[in-house]
């Protein structure tokens, strides 16, 4: 008789455990933590990420959470704007990420700089190699990959002076760029 009692408790132990973890794998994103502007951009993302698109009303908050003074929410909003895929969506993306090349915190330009070499063009070499000097070695970093995707030869003299960079990553990365433009340019 002790036996089944204990067997009952162990099961009603169990199935209170099972759903106590249950409800907290279905609580709101904004119960985790987040803010519902947090939430929001993160819903964004990944619709974006994995399609490419936002409507226009969707495209018009992300452009509006760049300017969210949480810069956590502030740069996932930038980076929403990498994977658009619409023309003039991507030209006005390439525009936030210019104006917002400056921007006084190191996370928001790491995006942004990123950002440029997803969408923007050959004309925003120069904003780039201005970022190569950044304070910050992620920003530095992003912008190298970025240069990478939207320069070519006629940079190799400033991503060279990355092989005298701090930081071993960036010093590497630069090696990589310069032989694989090296590679390219004996090819043609």
Not at 5 to 34: D, E, H, Y
Not at 79 to 85: A, F, T
Not at 92 to 102: G, P
Not at 130 to 147: Q, Y
């Amino acid at each position: 008789m002790q036996w089944r009692n204990v067997i009952r408790w162990i099961g009603f132990a169990l199935l209170v455990t099972m759903v106590i973890v249950s409800c907290r794998q279905q609580k709101p994103a904004a119960s985790k933590g987040l803010s519902s502007d947090e939430a929001r951009v993160m819903t964004l993302l990944e619709r974006s990420s994995k399609t490419g698109q936002l409507t226009d009303s969707e495209f018009a908050e992300v452009v509006q959470l760049t300017q969210h003074p949480d810069v956590l929410v502030s740069a996932k909003a930038y980076v929403v704007l990498w994977y658009v895929k619409d023309p003039k969506q991507k030209e006005r993306a390439a525009e936030l990420f210019r104006k917002a090349i400056n921007h006084p915190d190191a996370f928001v330009r790491t995006a942004v700089c990123r950002g440029i070499g997803y969408v923007g063009s050959a004309k925003d070499v120069p904003l780039l190699i201005s970022r190569l000097r950044d304070s910050d070695p992620d920003v530095r970093r992003a912008s190298l990959r970025s240069l990478q995707q939207l320069g070519g030869p006629a940079q190799r003299e400033h991503v060279r002076s990355m092989l005298q960079d701090p930081d071993p990553e960036i010093r590497q990365l630069a090696q990589k760029i310069l032989q694989e433009w090296d590679t390219k340019s004996l090819r043609r």
